[in-house]
């Protein structure tokens, strides 16, 4: 989940979709795609199919529809927020690259512009892809339109600070971030519970692992949930593992290979699996917001 740093087609950009998808696409110069077994193509941006009719602008954010949303939208004012809490929580600096946000009207619309221009994608509701060009978010007017785009602007926030993303780690700030303010103590509620059925049975935690993976073709469902669980234990378990995490994105800022995070980890948080499995053992027992006072 690189943008891409070489002019030929063993260089690569991400293409990050959702849900459970993530494709690391071959470049070819700033905008090309490959078809995923069939080569390298340039990839066509101005094939007539982009939404273009209506737009609007806030700081680093700029949303291209086929129908018209104002400034004061909730969609767009949530995405408004989302850019300071990505900010606020990890401690990064409010500029870099723009990221376009293109709403299609309908999935039809959508589906037919990827068929496209990224043929052999599969089908997700939303893709990011950054290039040397545009960091750009792809989505249709739907019901889900909210939680996915929360997810694909996060993605497109972090490529626009830092030199490189890890894959688990693009993906757990991305899921962690997707839950809506209103979410008590950002818990997926979903996943805490999956993962405490997990160590139910016995299973173990293991952060070298997420770290080798290189494609999401390796990442399983429960390889989401162990991501967004780690960076719920780092944001929300102590100080200590807090400082590691930000230490780490500002590392990233500067350096696209810094040392691995779970070494850090190991150096500064004495047990660490076990510290994370009694973090997790605690979000089942978060209240839903309506049961809360």
Known sequence: MTDTKQHNCHSSFPVLGSRFAVTRLPGLLLLAVTTLAIGCRTAQHDLGQLPAEHS?????LQVI???KLKLDHPLIQDLIQLRKDVAHELQLPLEGRDVVVYVFGDKTKYQQYLDKTYPGLPPRRAYFVGTPRELAVYTFWGESIQEDLRHEFTHGLLHAQLKDVPLWLDEGLAEYFELPRSTPNAVNREYARKLGIAIANNWEPDLDRLES???VIQMQRADYQESWAWIHFLL???DDSREVLLDHLQELRENPHPTPLSTALRDTLPEVNSRYLAHLSTLNTI???SHQR
């Open 213 to 215: 993976l290189q494609d």
């Open 236 to 238: 929300h378990n102590s």
């Open 56 to 60: 609007v602008r806030a700081e680093q």
């Open 287 to 289: 209240q839903p917001a």
């Open 65 to 67: 529809s086929d129908m």
